[in-house]
Structure formats: C-alpha cells, structure tokens
C-alpha cells in the first residue's frame, strides 16, 4: 500500500460526478449506505459548477454572468454534503479544484470556455482519473449512462472518460500513473421508470411554486436495463440533508418526500437508487454493487 490507500480487506468503492449536486441527487443513498457500512467511499467531481442557476435572492449575483463565485460557493456546500453522507474525506475534483470548468447546459456558449469539461484534453483527462483509479483501488466506480443520465454535457463527458479510464488503468497505458488496476465492477447511475412512475404518483402537496412533472419529463430508463437496486430506505434523512446542503441548486419540500431544482419541477426522492452494471448479461439482478466481490482477495 502506498500513502492515502485504504486497508486491503475495506471495500472501496469510488463515485465520479459531473457538478458539485449529483453525488446527492442521483446517488446520495448510495453513497451513505456504503459509507455508513464501512466501506472507503470517494466522490470525484469533474467541475465546480460554476454555470449553474441559483435558487433564492441571497446569493442569486454569484452566477458566472454576474459575480462568477458559484464554483468557489458550491465546494463548500459539496463539502457539507459530503459530511451529511459520511464521506469524511471531503470534496475532491479531477485535476484539482478548477482544473474544469462547468461547461452549461447543452447549446450554451459556456462550452467555448478554454477549460470548459467538454473541452478537456481526453489523453490528459483520462490520465488523472487513471492515477486516481491506480491510487485508491476501488472495488467499484459509480458514473453515469452513456446520455449522462439526461443529456448534459458534461455528465456524458464523465462517462466516457470513465468508461475509457477504467478501461486505461488496467493495461499498461499510463505508466507514470502508478501501478495497474483492473476495477471489478462498474456502474452506471440511472432512474428505473417503474420507480419514478410510482414515486411521482405518491406526490402530495408540494410547495408553491413547484410543479408536478409531466408524463416521461423525469429523466428515467427502462427497467428491463436495470441490472441493481440498492435500498436506501434506511439512509434517506442523510440524502435529504446532502441535497439541503446543496441550497443554491436544491430545495427539499418540508415534508421531505420531495425535491426540485432551479426548475421547480418536483422529483420523488426515492427508496431506492438503480444502476447498470456495465457489459453484464442484461439478466443481472442484484441489490448489493459489491455482489461477487471479495474485499480480502483484492489487496
Ligand atoms: C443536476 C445537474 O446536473 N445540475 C446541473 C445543471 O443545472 C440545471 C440547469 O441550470 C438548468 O438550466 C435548470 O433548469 C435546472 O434546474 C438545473 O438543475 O446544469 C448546470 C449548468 O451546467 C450545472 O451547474 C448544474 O449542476
Ligand atoms: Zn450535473
């Protein structure tokens, strides 16, 4: 083991993130049932966020037309997510903190932004996941479908960097990234329609302001592609804590069912979260992500 490694026989698991929010609102139960089991739980963000919107007036003139702090605003808030889902190691982005840029939403002109996400060198980028994978070893890796989950571009970025780099740190590419790992399982992070559906039929009364999704608007897949439910019914008050403490892009109405962001839309915040294990036999029914793995065997 080399410094900043976890112990050999400690499940590891590493979650890799678009903007400062996501680790919550797609994996937050997740992440804090792992973490609370044990396991060594690392959430990498590839950007700070800095072109999103903000809710409410206090901070509304940090947005990058205005102030353009919300990137340096949102590591704090990531931080105290991260706190609320017992990830004790903190925030960490790829590269470094401001190394990319949030890159906008798609058809925006923030993606000619010199160090915008999209724009980032794939051989570079793809050898600072590879020396992240080679340092910390995870049993498994956490990031999204190849839409990015609902098309953002920066969230379809991080999967095929991901998907390359994992890829990457198993063979002999990237020699000054450290030793070979071959990472047992990855996922991607995705909505069963089933559970959306379900969860969106079981909204009640939402705050003023917010809306009732229409039919299909909630980014969703089909759930013959779902190879893993993770139950996270036991952790749902630290995954509402992690998307409270995201304020600027995230409200949780008070009754704690529910969440929307800057759009107001109301999501269900679910009992379970869904993933797809990635090249597996679309038969795979699983509920645990380490299903199949031996920590003790992997030093
Ligand atoms: C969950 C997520 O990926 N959020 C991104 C997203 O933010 C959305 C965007 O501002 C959109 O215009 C709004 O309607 C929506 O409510 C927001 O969630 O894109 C931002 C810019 O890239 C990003 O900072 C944010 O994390
Ligand atoms: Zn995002």
């Known amino acids: 083991m080399t410094a900043g490694q976890a112990a050999p026989s400690v499940p590891r698991l590493l979650f890799v993130h678009a903007h400062p929010d996501d680790e919550s609102i797609t994996t937050g139960g997740t992440i804090a049932r792992y973490a609370a089991s044990g396991a060594d739980v690392t959430v990498l963000t590839c950007t700070l966020g800095e072109e999103g919107e903000v809710i409410g007036d206090r901070w509304a003139r940090l947005v990058a037309d205005e102030a353009d702090q919300l990137g340096g605003y949102r590591i704090g808030e990531l931080a105290a997510a991260l706190v609320a889902l017992g990830v ?16 906008g939403m798609a058809g925006t002109a923030s993606a000619a932004h010199p160090r915008a996400f999209v724009n980032a060198d794939p051989d570079a980028a793809v050898g600072e996941l590879v020396a992240v994978i080679r340092q910390l070893r995870p049993h498994v890796v956490v990031t999204y479908d190849a839409d990015g989950g609902y098309g953002h571009p920066d969230h379809i970025q991080a999967h ?26 990855l996922y991607w992070t995705v909505a069963a329609a089933s559970a959306v559906e379900d969860g969106v039929c079981r909204i009640g009364e939402i705050p003023g302001g917010w809306r009732l999704p229409e039919p299909g608007e909630l980014p969703a897949v089909d759930d013959s592609v779902v ?11 630290a995954k509402r804590a992690a998307l409270a403490a995201h304020a600027t892009q995230v409200s949780v109405s008070p009754g704690g069912g529910e969440f929307a962001l800057s759009n107001n839309i109301a999501q269900p915040i679910l009992a379970a979260e869904h993933f797809v294990l990635a090249d597996a036999p679309s038969t795979t029914r699983e509920t645990d992500l380490l299903a199949g793995i031996d920590p003790t065997a992997l030093a």
């Open 88 to 103: 004790p190691t903190g925030p960490r982005f790829l590269g470094g903190g401001g190394r990319y840029r949030d890159s």
């Open 227 to 237: 190879t893993t439910a993770v139950d996270v019914s036991a952790v749902l008050d």
């Open 160 to 185: 095929r960097l991901t998907r390359e780099a994992v890829s990457a740190s198993a063979s002999a590419r990237f020699p000054e990234a450290g030793m070979p790992w071959r990472v047992p399982k």
